[in-house]
C-alpha cells in the first residue's frame, strides 16, 4: 500500500490538545472527538551492521491496545513536506526475536530481498505514547490526524515525542 504522510513536531503535550480542539479539526471531524487515547508501544528492528537503515527501510512491530502488528516501509520520496513509500503490513503473533518470526507474505518477502534473514536482529528503538486518533473529512478528502506524546529511547539515550501526523486516507 502508497502511504502519503505528513509529520509535525509539536512543542509539548498543551499543543497536541490545542490542536485536537481547533474549530477546523472539530468542524471536519467525522470520529469520535471524545475517543479515548490508546496506548503505544513499538520496536524498530535492524541487523548488527544497520542494513536496513542503508537501505532507507524501517521494519518495526507495535502493539496498539490488545493488537500486535508489523510494518516495514520501503525507501520512499518526500516532495514538498509530505512523505510517499510502500508499506507492508501483518499481523503478529507475539513480539519477534528474529527475522524468521515476521509472517510469511509481502513483508516477509521484502525484507528477505533486503537482508539475509539468518542476520541477527537488533533492538534498536522503543518508543512508549499515548495515541489520539481523529478522521477528518475536508473537501472530498479523508485524512487521519494522529498525535502522539511519548518517549523513545534509542541505543544512544532517549527523547519525548510530542508529534502530529497527517496521513491522506482517500
Known sequence: MM???LKL???DADTLDQILACDLVTAACVSDPAAEAISFEAIYYDTEDLQLEAQRCGLRARAEGEV????MKLPGEIID???ERIEFEAT???WPETF???PRGDLFNALSER????????ARVRVSMSRRIRMLELEGAKIELVTDHGLIKGLNGEQQLDEIELELKQ
Open 3 to 5: 502511504e502519503r504522510e
Open 9 to 11: 513536531t509539536a512543542v
Open 68 to 71: 500486535l502488528r508489523a510494518a
Open 81 to 83: 513536506g509530505l512523505s
Open 92 to 94: 503478529l503473533e507475539s
Open 100 to 102: 524468521n518470526d515476521f
Open 115 to 122: 537482508i539475509s534473514m539468518e542476520a541477527k536482529m537488533v
